[in-house]
């Protein structure tokens, strides 16, 4: 065969059958869809083994993109798989993946491939290269984040968990990470279930079939409208404040009434519990703060703690704000900021307390099985930067200036009270009792976080 016109290594301590596992297992493929430009996943494939196939709709410009269906062959368990394009792009592609046995019994993992593209695009190879070596940079970084994070607990049982909100940007990222590491993910959604792997519930009607726990070990609750994005309207504030208190009331109400409870229950929370800080450091020793993001928190958490009345152990993950370009705050900044318009925020002495959310899903797995667990833990990186330390650090990773500044009189006048309560205010968070735990941090640079999650390498 010809030399791979692509190849790229990397060498894991693990062994390549354990390398191997990781990608056989569901959520294998989402793991690594580049959260940058996201491909659609028409059809997953069923398994690795030679026959099976995949189909994908690569993105291009708004709803247009590429079907791009793809068949794995040439399967040597533990030790190689090839995807071979059926239909799509190139005129030719071929991509091997080879796990091979290292003396000190570490795996060297290598990505070939052979393409060739269509006649008359020549001129582009050398971009084509180049993606692909931030697309490889950024799969071989998660696939070893992922392995280093599931270690700490391979030998521990596998579990069925539970998720709810499973369908948002962090909770598509959690089940198919958990799923990774061999555990059973079952999504508690508002319609009809498609397969097995979901259960319904209606929390707006409050219908909990206590059924649907039947068999689950852990359930985590990531349920909630969203803080962003919609103006507070007095409307849209109860929307965000019932969103939450009922559906975390009525998971655990009818928890605590199990004859066979589950093992643990993992509910998010978030930071807003502390209100508008300025430049004090709080932990989860602080008592709450004042305004509605604080008063939503206490409500929250409480709704949970109150129905669950001790039953089982119950964790309140406090999230700061989640860094990854598929969703939240990152993905709305990142196109700005590629355009060289991105700025401080008012004064941009405000803190910001982040999270990478490869770390997030580590610390939902770490409280998984972590007995001493109980009560909340502030889900943030041990360092809070200031908004002006934030916007100068993404501004070199996109390589663009950062000298448009947003006034705050601007931002009052496009968002409203949103302005003041979430992109102007001060939240200043220690991640003490998560420390204190024994969690360790896999992205706890501010700049190497935002390079992993970005994959601006």
Not at 172 to 188: D, E, N, Y
Request: positive net charge.
């Amino acid at each position: 065969m010809k030399p791979p016109t692509f190849c790229v290594e990397s060498v894991l301590p693990h062994s390549p059958a354990e390398v191997f596992a990781w990608h056989t297992r569901v959520g294998a493929f989402e793991r690594f869809n580049p959260p940058w430009r996201p491909v659609q996943i028409i059809k997953a494939p069923s398994s690795l083994r030679d026959g099976s196939q995949v189909e994908i709709k690569v993105p291009l410009l708004g709803p247009l993109g590429i079907l791009w269906k793809l068949t794995h062959r040439d399967y040597r368990d533990s030790e190689q798989f090839c995807d071979e394009q059926i239909t799509g792009p190139f005129r030719s592609w071929r991509h091997y993946h080879k796990f091979i046995a290292a003396p000190d019994q570490s795996c060297r993992m290598r990505d070939e491939i052979h393409f060739a593209l269509p006649r008359g695009m020549s001129l582009a190879k050398p971009l084509i290269i180049r993606e692909l070596t931030r697309l490889f940079r950024y799969r071989h970084m998660i696939l070893q984040n992922d392995l280093a994070l599931h270690a700490r607990f391979k030998d521990s049982p596998r579990k069925t968990i539970l998720v709810s909100g499973s369908s948002g940007f962090i909770g598509s990222a959690l089940c198919a990470f958990l799923s990774t590491a061999g555990h059973t993910v079952i999504r508690l959604v508002r319609r009809s279930p498609r397969d097995s792997g979901e259960r319904p519930w209606d929390p707006e009607r409050e219908v909990l079939e206590p059924s649907v726990f039947d068999g689950v070990d852990v359930v985590i609750h990531l349920g909630g409208e969203s803080i962003v994005g919609h103006r507070w309207t007095p409307e849209y504030k109860r929307r965000i404040l019932e969103s939450r208190t009922k559906s975390s009331a009525l998971l655990c109400k009818t928890i605590a009434h199990l004859e066979h409870k589950p093992e643990v229950v993992i509910m998010a929370s978030a930071i807003g519990y502390y209100g508008d800080t300025g430049d004090s450091l709080v932990d989860e020793r602080s008592p709450a703060g004042t305004g509605f993001l604080a008063d939503t928190g206490k409500a929250w958490e409480a709704s949970a703690r109150d129905n669950l009345r001790d039953a089982t152990r119950l964790v309140h993950i406090r999230i700061g704000t989640v860094l990854n370009a598929a969703g939240g705050a990152l993905k709305q900044m990142l196109p700005i900021f590629k355009l060289g318009a991105g700025g401080v925020l008012g004064s941009g002495r405000q803190y910001m307390s982040w999270i990478a959310l490869q770390d997030l899903l580590g610390i939902f797995e770490y409280a998984m099985f972590t007995s001493s667990m109980r009560g909340a833990f502030n889900a943030v990186a041990p360092e809070p930067v200031t908004n002006r330390e934030f916007t100068k650090t993404l501004g070199k990773i996109v390589r663009r200036p950062t000298i448009a500044p947003a006034p705050a009189a601007l931002l009052r006048l496009m968002f409203g009270e949103v302005a003041d309560a979430v992109l102007l205010a001060s939240c200043r968070v220690s991640p003490r009792a998560l420390v204190d735990s024994g969690y360790t941090y896999i992205l706890p640079n501010l700049e190497e976080a935002l390079r992993c999650e970005c994959g601006e390498f």
